[in-house]
T-cell receptor, first 110, second 114 residues
Framework: QKEVEQDPGPLSVPEGAIVSLNCTYSNSAFQYFMWYRQYSRKGPELLMY????GNKEDGRFTAQVDKSSKYISLFIRDSQPSDSATYLC??????????FGRGTSLIVHP | NAGVTQTPKFQVLKTGQSMTLQCAQD?????MYWYRQDPGMGLRLIYY???????DKGEVPNGYNVSRLNKREFSLRLESAAPSQTSVYFC?????????????FGEGSRLTVL
């Protein structure tokens, strides 16, 4: 079992839908939780960052961390075609070197 | 501000050939990384350098060597390329002093080994 599990999708939704992306993990030492967005043929870029448990909101994006369940989520409200990309969860502990999930491919169609 | 720059962007090799992927960052970051990304496998760490003068193996180091030439540059060398090394390679850098683990990535180098 990998330390970080993420469904690769693809996830296809209509424009305007609420999208839920999720990861589970097994390492209790993880305390920094990140979501990266990767457009086709580009490098990943940090989208959201959360320390420990709780919620964080940034515009249409909300990141949630539930350390008791070892489960993190990214919600996208009012999804747009420009949100079509691969979303990678990542998490790290004291070493600050992140472990990545496999990424979920999201397609938002008009 | 260029960020992380990788060269070359594309390369085709024959089995057994050698090559070096170059990476440079202009953000004064201490740490640099090399990842490979394969379909369905996500990003896997090959090598990293926590600071100038140090390098360490990651999850998949076999068949690769690295050199941290100075604070800005971190190169990845394939001594004898194999078809299993066909992949997209990403260089990244970070500033662990920010305590976030945020990585800044280059745009990738697409390598095909025939």
């Amino acid at each position: 079992q990998k330390e970080v599990e993420q469904d690769p999708g693809p996830l296809s939704v209509p424009e305007g839908a609420i999208v839920s992306l999720n990861c589970t993990y097994s390492n209790s030492a993880f305390q920094y939780f990140m979501w990266y967005r990767q457009y086709s043929r580009k490098g990943p870029e940090l989208l959201m960052y959360t320390y420990s448990s709780g919620n964080k909101e940034d515009g249409r994006f909300t990141a949630q961390v539930d350390k008791s369940s070892k489960y993190i989520s990214l919600f996208i409200r009012d999804s747009q075609p420009s949100d079509s990309a691969t979303y990678l969860c990542a998490m790290s502990g004291g070493s600050y070197i992140p472990t990545f999930g496999r990424g979920t491919s999201l397609i938002v169609h008009p | 501000n260029a960020g992380v720059t990788q060269t070359p962007k594309f390369q085709v090799l024959k089995t057994g050939q050698s090559m070096t992927l170059q990476c440079a960052q202009d953000m004064n970051h201490n740490s640099m990384y090399w990842y490979r990304q394969d379909p369905g496998m996500g990003l896997r760490l090959i090598y990293y350098s926590a600071s100038e003068g140090t390098t360490d193996k990651g999850e998949v180091p076999n068949g690769y060597n690295v050199s941290r030439l100075n604070k800005r540059e971190f190169s990845l060398r394939l001594e004898s390329a194999a078809p299993s090394q066909t992949s997209v390679y990403f260089c990244a850098s970070s500033d662990p002093g920010r305590n976030t683990g945020e990585l800044f990535f280059g745009e990738g180098s697409r390598l095909t080994v025939l």
